[in-house]
């Protein structure tokens, strides 16, 4: 196991993890390799890093020769990033808040862009909805998380897990657990497991809803009231006539349905509206 070192800022101090920003670093380097190797960059393409921090995977991401946009929202760390790697031409680091990104601004040219990111556990989930907003521009996306997230990603019909993020990135994307990674390869420690996952947004969607935005309301609005069944999880949305129009058992739980059963709601509502 690699021992931590603490970065040391152009300011001459070394940086505290800051806990506001869940900022948890990578330092060992027998992961850091593993997932560089998953990654495998090349000169040709596009990559994002999402919250480099100390810049654990920067240095090899940079080092590939890709064109390589670092997103930090720290900012002294920016700056030591900033300084650190201002002789390389394909390197650019933006201070900057990853939910107020738009992905077309990065200069696409082109190129399907290949997200990597070790992403505070806090905002894991609503950076991930953010960037689905740009799936038909991302070539994949390949994270570090919580464990417990990872599993949800992938969940299925039935399973404790599955939920309006199984869903919903179930419809954009492939979610493939790579492996695992014990809290001990990071600095501070966090209390949970983590895992790489790679996602992979779909070349053609796997079911098509007639209005996205619809999908989303249907879903959040089902696993907002989980215990309930569709018949009063849904009431505010379509009514007992239309639902059991879709043959489909109005008694379920939402876990009990399947992606293309939320399609065909949703496309029932759009269709009324």
Same mark, same amino acid.
């Given at each position: ?115 990597? $990111?070790? /992403? ?11 960037? +689905?907003?740009? !799936?038909? @521009? =991302?070539? &994949? ?102 639902? $059991?129009? /879709? ?11 399947? +992606?293309?059963? !939320?399609? @065909? =709601?949703? &496309? ?6």
């Amino acid at each position: 196991m690699a021992q931590s070192k603490a970065v040391t800022l152009i300011t001459g101090t070394a940086h505290q993890a800051r806990k506001r920003f869940g900022q948890n670093f990578l330092h060992d380097q027998q992961v850091i390799d593993r997932i560089i190797s998953q990654i495998a960059p090349s000169s040709d393409e596009h990559l994002l890093e999402i919250g480099p921090g100390q810049g654990a995977l920067t240095k090899q991401l940079a080092g590939s020769g890709a064109k390589l946009d670092c997103v930090e929202l720290d900012r002294d760390l920016a700056e030591h990033l900033k300084h650190q790697y201002r002789d390389y031409d394909n390197v650019n680091i933006h201070q900057h808040d990853i939910l107020k990104l738009d992905l077309n601004n990065l200069e696409l040219s082109g190129k399907r862009i290949r997200i990597i $990111g070790n /992403l505070p556990y806090n905002i894991s989930t609503p950076v991930l909805f953010h960037l +689905l907003k740009y !799936y038909e @521009k =991302i070539e &994949d996306m390949n994270f570090m998380l919580q464990l417990e997230v990872v599993e949800r990603m992938s969940a299925n019909v039935g399973d404790k897990n599955y939920g309006r993020l199984s869903l919903m990135l179930q419809y954009y994307c492939q979610a493939e657990k790579l492996f695992d990674v014990s809290p001990q390869a990071f600095t501070p420690q966090p209390k949970v497991n983590s895992a790489i996952v790679r996602l992979t947004p779909h070349k053609e969607l796997p079911v098509t809803a007639k209005n996205p935005d619809c999908l989303k309301v249907v879903v959040r609005t089902a696993f907002n009231q989980r215990r309930k069944t569709l018949k009063n999880s849904l009431k505010t949305l379509i009514s007992d006539s239309k639902l $059991g129009d /879709l043959e489909i058992d109005m008694t379920l739980r939402p876990e009990k349905l399947s +992606l293309t059963d !939320y399609v @065909k =709601i949703s &496309d029932a509502i759009s269709e009324s509206i």
